[in-house]
């Protein structure tokens, strides 16, 4: 523990540091998890010019039904056809960077519930995107991959009748939270969970209430 306070000190300063413990100390004792919930105007102007920019042979798009069998396929994909099921019959789309037909880099959108951790899902407001499960493979890592899926996928939800994107961080994730913010996201409030045992009571702030974003429990859990 001592290293990682002093590691955390290094990166964000003493306060950082104490406020990261302090909430490591809650989480085991009382069994708190906290998360900032951030949200962000889709913004699909720049999708052209970055489209525009993608090297031949490369390419940013949605991930479709024929390249399913492929991707499964490949190990470093990480994507399972039980997970992909799943995905694919909640509704959720996968915008995918393919270098000739190998996908290098994705991320998967959902639009109503989907599963998070601790036996819950997140319920995504009306008119949201959630974005979860990001990959980038290791050769191609450090390219802005993720940025480039990002402005060509904002233009497609747009025309898609959506508005905005919302995501959830880990309170002590600094690094993520300052990613979170050059994205030109803002906060809306926190919402989270405290799990004792097999109990999992869910919270949020009034904010997050607003816009509808919740952890809840599984719609089809018995």
Request: aromatic share 12%; proline share 4%.
């Amino acid at each position: 523990m001592l290293a990682r306070f002093k590691e955390n000190r290094t990166y964000w300063g003493t306060g950082g540091a104490v406020a990261a413990g302090l909430y490591r100390i809650l989480q085991r004792l009382i069994g708190l998890h906290l998360f900032v919930i951030n949200s962000r105007p889709l913004d699909g102007s720049r999708a052209a010019a970055t489209t525009a920019a993608v090297p031949d042979g490369e390419h940013a798009r949605r991930v479709v039904e024929a390249d399913w069998p492929g991707v499964c396929a490949e190990p470093q994909a990480d994507i399972s056809r039980e997970f992909l099921d799943a995905a694919l019959a909640r509704g959720d789309v996968c915008i995918g960077y393919f270098v000739g037909t190998a996908l290098v880099s994705y991320f998967w959108c959902g639009f109503s519930r989907v599963p998070a951790q601790a036996g819950l899902e997140v319920c995504v407001p009306s008119g949201y995107s959630y974005a979860y499960k990001a990959l980038t493979v290791p050769d191609h890592r450090g390219r802005h991959l993720q940025q480039i899926l990002t402005e060509v996928n904002d233009a497609m939800l747009i025309n898609a009748g959506l508005r905005h994107n919302i995501e959830y961080i880990e309170v002590d994730n600094y690094a993520q939270l300052k990613a979170s913010a050059r994205y030109g996201n803002t906060t809306l409030g926190q919402a989270g969970y405290f799990r004792w045992g097999p109990y999992v009571h869910p919270f949020r702030t009034r904010g997050v209430a607003r816009v509808g974003f919740a952890f809840a429990a599984f719609a089809n859990k018995k």
